[in-house]
Nanobody, 115 residues
């Protein structure tokens, strides 16, 4: 019922920046939190960041000071600004939505950091 449309991934050099977007559509009645996960080759999927309904945020240690999550409630959209990108940030990034009692996922977008 709920669809998450991701965009903004791509190839960037180390030290560069990317901005990911995730727009939610469908029957959304109450959003508890929106966030981003990532999965690198050979690794488990990990939580990168989230923002809850009260505006509180969480960042995994490796991205603190470099990534910023934000939201536009009127557009049901969450953003991930990624600065000072490192090769170890290379992964498929997945948007996640917690609404009511349900958990929804985007299709994933590839972020590659390489020279």
């Amino acid at each position: 019922q709920v669809h998450l449309a991701e965009s903004g991934g791509g190839l960037v050099q180390p030290g560069g920046s990317l901005r990911l977007s995730c727009a939610a559509s469908g029957s959304i009645f109450s959003i508890n939190a929106m966030g981003w996960y990532r999965q690198a080759p050979g690794k488990e999927r990990e939580l990168v960041t989230y923002i809850n309904s009260g505006g509180s945020t969480y960042y995994t240690y490796s991205v603190k000071g470099r990534f910023t999550i934000s939201r536009d409630n009127a557009k049901n959209t969450v953003y991930l600004q990624m600065n000072s990108l490192k090769p170890e940030d290379t992964a498929v990034y997945y948007c996640n939505l917690m609404a009511g009692w349900n958990n929804y996922w985007g299709q994933g977008t590839q972020v590659t950091v390489s020279s």
